[in-house]
């Protein structure tokens, strides 16, 4: 009896073993993430996040967990889903856009966070320095602001008589508002463009922008980038079709679905550039040593299929130039 006892003993403490060893593997790290977008059109930029963590050896649901909060286009929620991601106590939080960065930034100094920033960082206000970032954040800068003036001199060049430029612009955003107007009319100014900003904060506001034109018509139209503005890309690209404008966007998204010509950081290599440095923190690197990174990838997507819809004769030298021509 005592031997068939101790067998049967032993038995169990063998079959609770695992589930010991279980409860003390170490639990799964959880990435923040929260931008001030909607997930349409997101999937590209996503596939490269997770590529950049796959890079460094994390694969979400396998090893990482992400907890994804989307604002749709309501800034006046970011502060709230910040604070939500901050009370779960996430490992650490990825921001894919300034205003979600600095959102961020307002509700935590502890948890490090990895940012994409429309333009100079340390004047937008997330970093101390592009070196020796310092603090809690550290991320990429996407140059959105510093390539407004190259794009407009590429419009020039496809609509070489353009006179008079609308720029579409959303108020609610004065981070990347403000830069892209300024470094626009100075661009605008040695090239000797009239320039007309017009808001376009709201779907209402971007269908009155284009029935203004009815009145006073531009030679072409510039859109400054902004989530909201890109969350309306069929909306901007189908006007723009309809009053026969030439128009120029930020990033690839537009002239994929009939826009003229965009020019921009290639956002598929930044978001996994993201990516990367969000698995290096998770490893143990601190964001007050890692060096704010520069893109240093851009591309020139042009629909030669709407410029000639629109009677436009595309220089080869940008055609050769381009990245993609879609035909």
């Known amino acids: 009896m005592k031997r068939r006892a101790f067998i049967t003993l032993l038995g169990g403490a063998a079959a609770s073993w695992p589930i010991a060893a279980r409860a003390q593997q170490p639990a799964m790290p959880v990435i923040g993430w929260l931008s001030s977008a909607s997930p349409d059109g997101f999937t590209e930029r996503l596939r490269g996040f997770r590529q950049g963590l796959k890079d460094i050896g994390y694969v979400e649901r396998e090893n990482v967990a992400i907890e994804?909060?989307?604002?749709?286009n309501q800034m006046d929620r970011l502060p709230e889903l910040a604070a939500d991601l901050v009370r779960r106590q996430v490992a650490m939080i990825a921001a894919p856009n300034g205003v979600s960065a600095l959102a961020v930034k307002a509700v935590t100094t502890t948890i490090p966070i990895v940012f994409l920033a429309p333009e100079d960082p340390v004047r937008y206000g997330l970093v101390a320095s592009l070196a020796r970032p310092g603090g809690n954040l550290t991320g990429i800068n996407v140059f959105t602001g510093e390539l407004s003036a190259k794009r407009l001199e590429i419009l020039r060049e496809i609509v070489p008589g353009a006179a008079r430029v609308a720029v579409l612009i959303n108020p609610t955003n004065p981070a990347t508002m403000e830069p892209t107007?300024?470094?626009?009319?100075?661009?605008?100014r040695a090239m000797g463009l009239q320039i007309q900003a017009l808001n376009a904060s709201t779907?209402?506001?971007?269908?009155?922008?284009?029935?203004s034109f009815g009145r006073e018509r531009p030679d072409a139209v510039f859109v400054s980038l902004d989530t909201f503005l890109n969350s309306r890309r069929a909306q901007l690209v189908n006007l723009a079709s309809r009053h026969a404008l030439p128009a120029t966007f930020s990033n690839r998204d537009f002239v994929e679905i009939g826009g003229l010509m965009s020019y921009g950081t290639n956002l598929a290599d930044a978001f996994r550039q993201l990516g990367v440095y969000t698995g290096r923190i998770l490893k143990g690197a601190k964001p007050a040593e890692l060096p704010v990174l520069q893109s240093d990838k851009?591309?020139?997507v042009i629909n030669h299929q709407t410029a000639r819809m629109l009677g436009l004769t595309v220089p080869d030298k940008l055609l050769v130039a381009a990245d993609e021509v879609i035909e």
């Open 68 to 72: 994804y909060r989307w604002a749709e």
């Open 298 to 300: 851009f591309e020139l």
């Open 181 to 188: 107007v300024r470094d626009v009319e100075a661009a605008a």
């Open 203 to 211: 779907s209402r506001e971007i269908d009155a922008a284009f029935a």
